[in-house]
């Protein structure tokens, strides 16, 4: 497993565009989104999954904006397993510009969804085991500076 997981790129879009000129802040969630959709399959995870009644829902995500991207930017994501349980996964993921500095980072609280209910439901051997593989590979990075924040004043 790569360590991190890195994405293949992503191109900025023109109508991603606000009228500030940069990415708008929601376009930073769909390029992280449609990244984290590669690391997913390496995992086992997406739309054969799916056919098993079997999906993924995002409980929680937290973004960093870190710098500015703009139209045609070519960008890419690395996915970092932080920790996992039977039913859901912590993920930390970092959106880079092509020139390797860091615009965004994305930190999520992802639940394994039985469909019938739908309703949160124990993961199946072989997915626990890639994740513990992922996990075990991503034992060596730093824990992300980011990861764990809350929003608050400071008083």
Not at 1 to 13: A, G, K, L
């Amino acid at each position: 497993m790569d360590t991190p997981f890195r994405s293949s790129p992503r191109i900025v879009q023109p109508e991603w565009i606000d009228f500030n000129g940069h990415l708008n802040m929601a376009y930073y969630s769909v390029l992280m989104d449609n990244a984290v959709d590669d690391a997913y399959h390496q995992i086992g995870f997406g739309p054969e999954y799916q056919k098993t009644g079997h999906t993924t829902y995002v409980a929680e995500f937290h973004i960093c904006y870190l710098r500015e991207l703009h139209e045609g930017a070519s960008t890419y994501c690395t996915f970092q397993l932080l920790d996992f349980d039977e039913k859901r996964f912590h993920s930390f993921t970092q959106l880079w510009h092509e020139d390797g500095w860091l615009a965004a980072t994305g930190e999520a609280l992802t639940l394994h969804i039985d469909q019938s209910g739908p309703r949160v439901a124990p993961m199946p051997a072989d997915l626990m085991a890639r994740l513990e593989a992922m996990k075990t590979a991503h034992a060596s990075l730093p824990y992300p500076e980011q990861a764990g924040r809350k929003i608050g004043l400071k008083r």
